[in-house]
């Protein structure tokens, strides 16, 4: 089992920057992926970035150029740097840990970018 916790999400101003991060404890070893997606009201969960053990990444069209991902395997935390942020990226924010067997999903953490 793997459990998840994001943070970071808040109120800000387009333009802006937000930092959010994904805890990941337990059976930490067995993640192969950790990947952050992004939810708007009315629409389907879309993946936002993604980081794999092995450090490749890969991003959604939408915030190449704005969002980075990136990791601290000393604190088994994934983090997503959000850069010239949007309305349109409002949305609440998972994290997903994926190992062999299964799938985990954080709780979630709300963005909102105000014009």
């Known amino acids: 089992q793997v459990q998840l916790v994001e943070s970071g999400g808040g109120l800000v101003q387009a333009g802006g920057s937000l930092r959010l991060s994904c805890a990941a404890s337990g059976s930490t070893f067995s993640i192969n992926a950790i990947g952050w997606y992004r939810q708007a009201p009315g629409k389907q969960r879309e993946l936002v970035a993604r980081i794999s053990s092995g450090g490749s990444v890969n991003y959604a069209d939408s915030v190449k150029g704005r969002f980075t991902i990136s990791r601290d395997n000393a604190k088994n935390t994934v983090y997503l740097q959000m850069n010239s942020l949007k309305p349109q990226d409002t949305a609440v924010y998972y994290c997903?840990?994926?190992?062999?067997?299964?799938?985990?999903w954080g709780q979630g953490t709300q963005v909102n970018v105000s014009s």
């Open positions: 997903k840990a994926v190992s062999v067997a299964a799938g985990y």
